[in-house]
């Protein structure tokens, strides 16, 4: 187990911290008897290889000895294993969705960047391990701006390239004998579109047993949300399963792959989840399905996009109605959904009065100035909100739109 980690010259590789001399005894502790030990070094390794989303060299060599603690049912914790090798392979889903991972414009814009990280230095320099030297930030800020996207690029494209090896280990583990094994390998699947063509099979047997054995909702829905970001839309009775969230789930997989051809019974499921208060997703058997975090209505939302503007007044209706019950991450996606149909020729002109605003923009300003919960997080006024709402060139602040509003 693990042979050759301790081959590979982990100081000369960079993660978030510098030299990746730590990683070799994180991975090794996920094998620790003691959860503590195991719960740290997962934190950890989510904050020095995949810090807030962000990969790096060392991340693509970290991989395989992951893949390879997955593959081994002694392993403790593999759903969480799992977890961090998907993330390292994508970043924050939401970033994708409701498209799925476009492989294609990252390969395109990692163009260049093995060169550039050929030349970069390794990121400590000396033997004094009480004085370490990181020198290869200097390097990176020495880039100009498009060489430092192809250098990102092409580190995300490697760290990508070493989780797909394992695609055939998530397929296997669609049998596995933990119902999360099963849930973590089908939503890793659902990114890898290169290797659609043998992972829709899978992801279709393990469906049918899924439905013939009983299994929870949470697994038969995040089968059929994967199977629709691979290209196969779920089979239309499924809209009337008695489940609600295996029916959003069905409906999120046609429009992904039907698209302005949705079924109506599809589009109806979509909005009602889409504009649902918070907190009424359905955690089905006390666990969420994984994609955006949990925030199936929030995916809901999202999947009405790929409806086209046939839809759009309805769809914004719905997120209009949602919004002032969400707050943090929920109300990103929400907000930046309905921001986006509200905007559709971009960010106000600089001096635009209130009087001037489109239907749509008044009504979805009046909406925020209102309401407060959207502007927070964990009780915390959240910054992100505010840039996202002055991005469109809206006031940033409740207090500063209601004044604007009734100027």
Known sequence: MLDGLDDIE????????????????????????????RDDALGTLYTNVYHQGSRYQASAYAVPFLLELLADPATPDRP?????????????DEAVLPDGFPI?????????????????????????ETAKEYVEYAYVESLDAADRERLWAYIDVAVYDAARAGVPLFRDLLDDSDPW????????????????????????????????????AVEVATLLVAAGLLGAAPDHRVLADPRPVVRCAAAIGRSRVLGPETDPEAVEELLTWAAAPAGLDDPTEGGWVPFLGGDLSGYAGLALRQLGPRHADRAFDALTERLPTVGGDQSLTVLGEALRLAFPDGPLPSGTPATALAPRQRRLAEVLSRSPAPWLIDGQEFGNVAMLVEEYGLPDDRAALTAYLTA
């Not at 990114?191 to 929870?216: D, I, V």
Request: proline content about 8%.
């Open 181 to 216: 094994v099963r849930v973590g390998s089908a939503y890793a699947l659902a990114w890898f579109p290169e290797a659609a063509a043998g992972s829709l099979p899978a992801l279709a047997r393990a469906t049918e047993a899924a439905q013939l054995t009983g299994a929870g």
């Open 80 to 92: 969480a294993i799992l977890a961090l090798v998907t993330s390292l392979a994508i970043g924050p």
């Open 10 to 37: 982990w100081r000369r590789l960079g993660h978030a911290y510098g030299a990746a001399d730590d990683v070799p005894d994180l991975i090794r502790a996920l094998r620790s008897p003691d959860p503590a030990t």
């Open 104 to 128: 294609g414009a990252y390969r395109r814009a990692a163009e260049g960047g093995r060169e550039l990280l050929a030349a970069k230095p390794a990121p400590w320099s000396g033997t004094d």
